[in-house]
């Protein structure tokens, strides 16, 4: 089955400094890749995703990039705010019947101000 | 704008007790799904379920698990005799379409299990 990689598991960064955060995935069939921002004690939120189709998107600070050679896409976050602490979550879809979500391991964001 | 309802949002219960966790999809989706999240771990999928059975589950998923959609409204998971390792947040989802796109997730569910 699918397997995801996320890296880092922690990440500080200062208040108008850029994350990245990066993710590699096993199932080259996989086909969508979203990203998840979840906050203690809350819900899993989509913030962005990609498809397979695609090299980049971006909305507002934030940008996604995908590499389907390589395997492997990154979440970028511009200009970061105290309020984009959190843990960021990527995933990919196999390409399979059941529309399952595959879950990297999870980046702790911590924006300094 | 349109939410997945779960309830109740904790539930604590006795180690070999049965427990129902329910979930209201949001009305036009298709797709409803449970994932898991053990404290401050990845979130795991559990099942898929689609036009009234199970599309796919992971290994997590053994008898002990079941899902049901008794009413055309509530999606249930029920775990028949609980152990001490299913603690976790469990979080409903749904989709409009098989396609991964639109995936919102309900509020959860914190299991206790004692």
């Known amino acids: 089955g699918e397997n995801v990689e996320q890296h880092p598991s922690t990440l500080s960064v200062q208040e108008g400094d850029s994350a990245v955060i990066k993710c590699t995935y096993s199932?080259?069939?996989?086909?969508?890749f979203p990203w998840y921002k979840q906050e203690l004690g809350k819900r899993p939120q989509l913030i962005i995703d990609?498809?397979?189709?695609?090299g980049e998107k971006k909305d507002q600070r934030i940008a996604v990039t995908l590499n389907k050679t390589a395997k492997h896409f990154s979440l970028h976050i511009t200009e970061t705010q105290p309020e984009d602490s959190a843990v960021y979550f990527c995933?990919?879809?196999?390409?399979?019947?059941?529309?399952?979500?595959?879950f990297g391991g999870g980046t702790r964001l911590m924006v300094k101000p | 704008e349109p939410e997945v309802t779960q309830t109740p949002s904790h539930q604590v219960t006795q180690m070999g007790q049965e427990v129902i966790l329910r979930c209201v999809p949001i009305?036009?989706?298709?797709?409803f799904y449970w994932y898991r999240q053990i404290l401050g771990q990845k979130v795991e999928f559990l099942v898929s379920?689609?036009?009234?059975?199970?599309?796919?589950k992971s290994e997590i998923f053994d008898d002990q698990f079941s899902v049901e959609r008794p009413d055309g409204s509530n999606f249930t998971l029920k775990i028949r005799s609980t152990k001490l390792e299913d603690s976790a947040m469990y979080f409903c989802?749904?989709?409009?379409?098989?396609?991964?796109?639109?995936?919102?997730f309900g509020s959860g569910t914190r299991l206790t299990v004692v």
């Open positions: 989802a749904s989709t409009p379409v098989g396609q991964g796109a639109g995936y919102t």
């Open positions: 199932d080259s069939a996989s086909n969508y």
């Open positions: 990609i498809r397979s189709n695609v």
């Open positions: 995933a990919a879809r196999p390409n399979n019947a059941g529309n399952m979500l595959t």
């Open positions: 009305s036009n989706h298709l797709y």
């Open positions: 379920f689609y036009n009234n059975e199970i599309s796919e």
